[in-house]
């Protein structure tokens, strides 16, 4: 089957936010990738997204046994602790961010301890180095700053091609600023961001879909633009039964 006959779905999008006073909010981006006899899922969301991201696997006619690859561009607690729910798929994660997951001990950040401990042990994961093609079309870029081992994918399997960034862009105001917030290493993500641009300007039409933001390409003027409506809100029982709800919409002017 020819690689350009693959499928692009974003089922979660990534949402460029932060909470002000409980924690990180979490919402990332899960994107689908069908063609041949590949289903392939780029990144796996927290654990708040599950109901949603079977929902929308549903939609699509994807039984979460049929998933043949799970991808993952980093080991941060909202890309990578739903692995579990895909019980035939490959796990594919780069080996330096693994490594240095796994040698991290407990403490106050967005690492899932016993999660990356599974990830360092299991046989259904495929350490990935940085330039390889490790499936059809898709090709692994280090992408350091965010985590040590963060890698950034390629993928020419579809009409256009497309950048996966995760959080070494999570979104549009990284791009366009040229500085990651929540880095490691502020200086080697600079240079990470710089490699992105590289990346997208490479060819016309390209895709961007990063970790926390909707998917874009580049305009006329080779500016960022949004592809879709960005949707997100809260509902809230302030009130005195379960049918009075309050809602926040948190995005009013996308």
Not at 74 to 94: E, Q, R, S
Not at 199 to 205: D, E, I, Y
Not at 219 to 246: H, M, N, Q, S, V
């Amino acid at each position: 089957m020819p690689a350009s006959s693959y499928r692009l779905d974003v089922l979660i999008q990534g949402y460029p936010g932060r909470s002000v006073c409980n924690g990180g909010l979490g919402w990332s981006t899960i994107a689908l990738l069908r063609g041949g006899d590949r289903v392939i899922l780029v990144d796996v969301g927290a654990f708040g997204v599950r109901r949603e991201l079977g929902k929308q696997l549903a939609a699509r006619g994807v039984d979460p046994a049929a998933v043949t690859d799970v991808v993952l561009t980093h080991a941060h607690y909202d890309h990578a602790v739903n692995f579990p729910l895909f019980p035939n798929a490959t796990i594919w994660i780069g080996a330096e961010e693994i490594s240095w997951a796994a040698s991290q001990p407990p403490g106050f950040d967005p690492l899932p301890e016993l999660y990356v401990q599974e990830l360092a042990s299991s046989p259904k994961v495929r350490r990935v180095a940085a330039g390889d093609t490790f499936l059809p079309g898709m090709r692994a870029l280090a992408a350091p700053g965010h985590t040590p081992g963060h890698l950034v994918f390629t993928f020419d399997g579809t009409e256009v091609p497309i950048v996966f960034t995760g959080d070494a862009a999570k979104n549009r105001a990284e791009l366009l600023s040229g500085e990651g917030a929540d880095t490691e290493d502020a200086e080697t993500s600079r240079r990470t961001i710089e490699m992105i641009w590289s990346l997208w300007r490479a060819h016309p039409g390209t895709l961007l879909v990063p970790g926390h933001d909707l998917t874009m390409r580049l305009d006329a003027d080779g500016l960022p633009e949004y592809l879709g409506e960005r949707k997100a809100g809260i509902k809230a029982w302030f009130d005195e039964d379960l049918e009075r709800t309050t809602h926040f919409d948190l995005c009013p002017r996308c």
